[in-house]
């Protein structure tokens, strides 16, 4: 919180393909920074503003992956510019591969992560033989292998409720605890901007593990693909155990897709 200054939550979309993830790296070393969605809004918001800006994200999305609901705060010490003309000005001087789309006014005390009730990612699964090339950079080609939509449904119907997630966990992981509370996780189809079938995997949770999403997704995958039992998945989170899953996903299919800040406050 910061005395005399107007809080600003902005909504990001971004094209995490040429960034080192969303956070700021510290240079300890002396070398040039890896490239991060935080620092380059941090440097546009230094230039508005004339003076150092931090920005407070809502969540992590690591190297390649993408947002299109992504939220962050900031504090600003002018209190001339209407808010939405905040959209118009960074927009200005951000990089294409970074958009804001939205910009409200929120109370002093708010926090970007510490108000999110619920993170909402979406994956993309491009099941053609021949992937467009447009599309490349966005989704996960699957390729000598047709996807049972309700045979993927029925593996993740167990993703629901408060759940011990540590089999889906990458190694490195310094969460405290490896429980989340997991609000929905589904499979759907949805046309892409060409009119092809994408098959796009939806999960909502309280937050997620490291790497977490991309390896529920490589694992319920490979299940339908070797035509696994229904309760393989359920299996393999009993076992708390990451040998136990599959593959990690591609990080290029993965998008933030929406932060929620109107449920349930969960514990993390």
Not at 131 to 151: D, E, G, L, V
Not at 170 to 182: K, Q, V
Not at 215 to 232: A, C, M, P, Q, V
Request: net charge positive; with cysteine; charged share 25%.
């Amino acid at each position: 919180m910061e005395e005399n200054k107007r809080n600003i939550l902005l909504t990001i979309s971004y094209d995490g393909t040429d960034f080192c993830g969303w956070q700021r790296q510290d240079n300890k070393k002396g070398f040039k920074n890896d490239r991060t969605v935080q620092e380059e809004i941090e440097k546009a918001l230094e230039k508005l503003h004339k003076q150092k800006v931090i920005l407070y994200g809502s969540g992590r999305t690591d190297s390649g992956v993408h947002a299109i609901g992504q939220a962050a705060n900031f504090y600003s010490p002018i209190d001339s510019i209407p808010v939405k003309n905040y959209i118009r000005a960074l927009n200005s001087i951000l990089p294409s591969d970074i958009r804001i789309m939205d910009a409200d006014e929120k109370p002093s005390d708010f926090n970007a992560r510490f108000n999110a009730t619920s993170r909402v990612y979406r994956y993309f699964i491009n099941p053609s033989e021949i992937q467009n090339a447009a599309m490349s950079r966005f989704t996960w080609n699957i390729r000598n292998y047709t996807p049972n939509i309700q045979k993927l449904n029925k593996l993740s119907a167990c993703l629901k409720g408060e759940i011990d997630c540590a089999s889906f966990a990458a190694a490195g992981d310094e969460s405290i605890s490896t429980n989340r509370y997991l609000n929905e996780a589904f499979f759907f189809i949805q046309k892409d901007t060409f009119g092809n079938d994408l098959l796009v995997f939806q999960i909502e949770a309280n937050a997620f593990l490291w790497k977490m999403v991309r390896t529920l997704t490589g694992t319920i995958i490979n299940l339908d693909r070797l035509n696994k039992d229904d309760d393989s998945l359920q299996k393999i989170l009993i076992q708390k155990d990451r040998t136990k899953a599959g593959v990690t996903a591609p990080s290029e299919g993965l998008f933030l897709y929406k932060i929620n800040f109107d449920g349930i406050r969960r514990h993390v």
